[in-house]
């Protein structure tokens, strides 16, 4: 019998060594800014785009238990984002709404997307009661910047208010807090 090729090893030094990045799953609209720091990294546009305008439909994301990679959808519904996407930080004044019900993100209807721009959304927008909460730091100064984030069931209402929010998140705070 003719001996079977082995393919070449794969450097084991080099394997182990290096974080393997996948490819981008985006790599016309938006580009990660990679951190070794935890919740570090970023997503930056590449794009200009009016306010308002489809940024991208989301099709990759699965039905997931909550977590702090997922996006709440509904009531009791969770996603994996399996894309790109899950570096788009949250910020307070944020450059993307992400509507969970039409599966699409879309640049904030009073500001244009410009490129180099962080690619940020309003996280208590899609969720109720966040897995974990943080000390924000989005730079969006005081009287903007809501301190710790932790789902739109603690928020000031009057605060959420000036946001753009998911119809489970407009639901749950008819139902949750009378
Ligand atoms: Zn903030």
Redesign the pocket.
């Known amino acids: 019998m003719a001996p079977i090729a082995v393919p070449e090893p794969v450097s084991a030094t080099v394997a182990s060594t290096t974080t393997t990045v996948p490819p981008p799953t985006h790599p016309n609209l938006l580009e990660v800014s990679r951190s070794p720091k935890a919740f570090g990294s970023a997503a930056i546009s590449l794009v200009d785009l009016p306010a308002g305008a489809l940024f991208t439909k989301i099709t990759t994301a699965t039905p997931s238990k909550k977590a702090w990679s997922s996006v709440q959808t509904g009531k009791d519904s969770h996603i994996e984002l399996n894309s790109d996407l899950v570096f788009c930080n949250?910020?307070?004044?944020p450059s993307l709404n992400f509507d969970m019900h039409k599966m699409e993100v879309r640049v904030v209807d009073d500001q244009p997307l410009k490129r180099g721009d962080p690619l940020t959304f309003f996280y208590p927008s899609s969720e109720w009661d966040m897995d974990q909460p943080f000390d924000?730091?989005?730079?969006?100064g005081e009287g903007?910047?809501?301190?710790t984030?932790s789902g739109a069931k603690t928020m000031d209402q009057n605060v959420l208010r000036k946001y753009w929010l998911n119809p489970h998140i407009e639901e749950l705070l008819k139902t949750e807090r009378k």
């Open positions: 949250h910020s307070c004044a924000c730091t989005c730079g969006a903007v910047c809501c301190g984030i």
